[in-house]
T-cell receptor, first 113, second 112 residues
């Protein structure tokens, strides 16, 4: 049982490049989330999903897109990376409802030059 | 929106000392979690504690929801306790979910 995993762990992009971050969970959780963490701050919600095939905007969704084609995977895409998107990205999942404990992946450190 | 404040912002302890971290929140919440972010950046769930008291080894937590605060106790601290401690509260976000609102954290350094 690996829990929540994220790939890649590190990535450096040039401005304007695109990339996709993959989150996978093997706990059969319904809810999945993408957060970003900037220096000296807590995490902020980018997008979330309440089940396979669904996605919704969080508090800082601009510049990102997401997809949840399979229950166990939640993808975060950057179509045209900007330096302001330099951050650490965390994926999380929770079992049934939005009031359940959220379990976090190890994070992806992204630098946009 | 809801405000989550943590104190102290940073703390230095000698190994073996005890400490109390505090989390205040400005509105009613659905739930509260404590996390430890280790020096490698990994977020580790410590407690899911909407109310009452829980203990796990040297760590314990108490939430008094009616007074809008939570406390995290660390006893007999070890160098491996170093890192940032976050509390996060669940707030209804709309649609079918809640979101976690994170405090700004307490940076703990335990010296040998």
């Amino acid at each position: 049982n690996a829990g929540v995993t994220q790939t890649p762990k590190f990535r450096v992009l040039k401005t304007g490049q695109s990339m996709t971050l993959l989150c996978a969970q093997d706990m059969n959780h319904e809810y999945m989330y993408w957060y970003r963490q900037d220096p000296g701050m807590g995490l902020r919600l980018i997008h979330y999903s309440v089940g396979e095939g669904t996605t919704a905007k969080g508090e800082v969704p601009d510049g990102y897109n997401v997809s949840r084609l399979k229950k166990q995977n939640f993808l975060l895409g950057l179509e045209s990376a900007a330096p302001s998107q330099t951050s650490v990205y965390f994926c999380a999942s929770s079992p049934w409802t939005g009031t359940d404990t959220q379990y976090f992946g190890p994070g992806t450190r992204l630098t946009v030059l | 929106g809801i405000q989550v404040e943590q104190s102290p912002p940073d703390l230095i302890l000698q190994e073996g000392a005890n400490s109390t971290l505090r989390c205040n929140f400005s509105d009613s919440v659905n739930n509260l979690q404590w996390f430890h972010q280790n020096p490698w950046g990994q977020l580790i769930n410590l407690f899911y504690i909407p109310s009452g008291t829980k203990q796990n080894g040297r760590l314990s937590a108490t939430t008094v929801a009616t007074e809008r605060y939570s406390l995290l106790y660390i006893s007999s601290s070890q160098t491996t306790d170093s890192g940032v401690y976050f509390c996060a509260v669940l707030q209804f976000f709309g649609g079918a979910t809640n979101k976690l609102i994170f405090g700004t954290g307490t940076l703990l350094a335990v010296q040998p």
